[in-house]
């Protein structure tokens, strides 16, 4: 009903009598009002409904069950980064053209800084001035003194394997390998020898005790003593102080020698005080472990000039000379004994593939046979005795060449004139080379060099481990390199056979294991253990001793005697 106004426009005094619909309406907002109370009521006494403040009256107000722990404080962790800066307070206009170079000489700038701290250094360097981790250095320390994807833990070769060998010889080898054990001082999570991950590993020639250095990712070289005796923890009569107390630490160098990754390094028989590294700088550096000198052997000659190496090696015959190959195909030989600084230098380079050489070696009891693995996915056997050709255009003679389905990693040659390489092609091809004395013209083509012996092996290590490639022990049971073997004399097939007796090689394995082969392709051993927990894919053998050390991708060492 229409309300009643009085004269002067006001609220109406009176209401006329509510209708028939004012109380329909009315009573349908009781109702809902019910309806609404009852649900809640009943979600409630569901635990539905939202929690109390207060604690119940069930509980004692000062349980510690009601309470909630207190909030971590929150630690701001301060920004190291160049502060930024307003244009607007600086007075310079925006998109204006002191903006746009004032933004330029800021990007030039950092880019000059990333250039520098990747440029190499050829400069002596005092390893006192470039420790990373551990100790400081002493000069008279202690450091002279069936393929598919990987199934971490799956062994594919194992004691059953040893048990069922019927040939006398090869169950020998077979168990004298399997017997090695992980180094007993500590785990190898607990060996942190590099910051960063491995890609080059190396023992010292000595005999007398395990020393083994690597490379890693930022040109960092890490070296271990295994002789080392850690000292014992007090037993407590508390337990708990027993088990909360940590062993001690095993005792590990680190220097910072290249600016970027260490990519080989090498050891001469004759002067075992030298170590060579090579490195993605273009440099080859020559640490005297006697010294604590590092000193630049070999570099292009401008810093400026970006020739990453792969490899490195020293031959036999002549300590005096370096074989180097590069990420950009070339091969080179240069002498120690003068500058390469100087214009034209004593350094030959051939350019032996138009990409990169991932791996190669020389036969170690003739140098002048070189072979070279590549990422255009070819083997290739070179003489070095026979090079024609002008300028840029120089070559060595070729004797043979294999083509794999996937690029090549690497190729290793022994004293038995054996090569093994490995691919991604999941395999591990071993070619066997007649006598090296039957080559008798310098550049002389073999008849062929097909691989005698492939062996099914995952190689696919992806972006975050490091390439797989074989190394051979180079002097079994202790013998020099001229002490035997097919290379140096005798017929092609009866230096393959005692290459097959008496050589191996070791390779890591995406199962987290060390895969120890013989020169005829059997397996020995599966290398592995509790305290292995990464893949350790830079493998290698003591040249004399059955040792064998695995790197992995956090740094950490594994240690097989």
């Known amino acids: 009903m229409p309300s009643k106004k009085n004269s002067g426009g006001g609220a109406a005094a009176t209401t006329a009598p509510d209708s028939d619909y004012e109380a329909q309406r009315q009573a349908k907002i009781a109702q809902n009002q019910a309806l609404l109370k ?4 009943n979600a409630a006494s569901a635990g539905l409904g939202p929690k109390s403040s207060k604690p119940s009256g069930g509980r004692a107000s000062g349980g510690s069950a009601g309470k909630k722990p207190a909030p971590k404080k929150k630690i701001k962790e301060e920004d190291f980064a160049p502060r930024r800066t307003s244009s607007r307070l600086q007075g310079i206009v925006a998109d204006s053209e002191v903006a746009k170079r004032k933004a330029d000489e800021e990007n030039e700038r950092i880019r000059e800084e990333d250039r520098r701290k990747r440029q190499r250094r050829n400069e002596d360097i005092k390893l006192n001035d470039v420790v990373v981790t551990g100790q400081h250095w002493d000069g008279a320390g202690n450091w002279l003194k069936n393929v598919g994807p990987a199934n971490p ?8 394997d040893v048990t069922r060998t019927t040939d006398k010889e090869l169950r020998a080898l077979r168990e004298q390998m399997s017997g090695l054990s992980l180094w007993e001082g500590a785990e190898p999570s607990r060996i942190k020898i590099t910051p960063e991950r491995i890609y080059a590993m190396g023992f010292h020639p000595t005999v007398e ?13 890490g070296m271990f003593d295994a002789s080392q005796t850690l000292p014992s ?21 680190a220097f910072k020698l290249h600016t970027r990754t260490i990519s080989a390094m090498h050891f001469t028989p004759t002067q075992p005080q030298n170590l060579y590294t090579s490195s993605y700088d273009s440099s080859i550096r020559c640490l005297n472990l006697e010294k604590g000198i590092s000193t630049e052997v ?13 490899g490195i090696q020293i031959p036999a015959t002549d300590p005096n000379l370096l074989y180097f190959a590069s990420l950009n195909g070339s091969f080179g030989m240069h002498d120690t004994r003068t500058s390469s600084s100087k214009t034209g230098g004593p350094t030959q380079l051939l350019q032996l593939s138009d990409k990169k050489i991932g791996g190669f070696s020389v036969h ?5 046979l070189l072979s070279t693995a590549s990422l255009d996915r070819t083997c290739k056997l070179w003489d070095l005795r026979k090079i024609t050709g002008k300028g840029a255009g120089r070559m060595p003679a070729l004797l043979g060449e294999h083509e794999s389905k996937l690029s090549i990693s690497h190729a290793a040659f022994n004293a038995a004139g054996q090569i093994a390489t490995s691919s991604y092609d999941d395999t591990i091809k071993i070619h066997h080379l007649p006598s090296a004395n039957s080559i008798l013209s310098p550049g002389q083509p073999l008849k062929s060099f097909a691989p005698s012996t492939v062996i099914p092996h995952n190689n696919q290590t992806g972006r975050w481990v490091t390439i797989l490639r074989p190394h051979w022990q180079a002097n079994p049971g202790g013998q020099g390199v001229n002490g035997g073997g097919g290379g140096g004399g005798g017929g092609g097939s009866k230096g393959a056979a005692d290459g097959g007796n008496k050589f191996k090689f070791c390779i890591g394995n995406m199962n987290r ?46 240690l097989w005697m």
């Open 209 to 221: 005790r395990p020393m083994v250095f690597a490379g890693d990712k930022l040109g960092n070289l």
């Open 38 to 41: 009852e649900l809640q009521l």
């Open 513 to 558: 294991f060390v895969d120890v082969y013989a020169g005829t392709g059997e397996q020995l051993a599966q290398l592995g253990g509790e305290g292995v927990t990464a893949v350790p894919a830079v493998a290698v053998f003591h040249e004399s001793r059955d040792w064998v050390a695995g790197g992995t991708a956090s740094g950490k060492l594994c």
């Open 153 to 160: 833990y799956e062994r594919t070769f194992d004691e059953e």
């Open 298 to 310: 070999y570099g292009p000659t401008s810093t400026e000039i970006d020739d990453p190496l792969s």
């Open 364 to 368: 170690p009891t003739q140098p002048h």
């Open 233 to 253: 923890v007090k037993k407590e009569e508390d337990d708990e102080a027993e088990e909360d107390e940590d062993p001690p630490p095993p005792e590990i160098t």
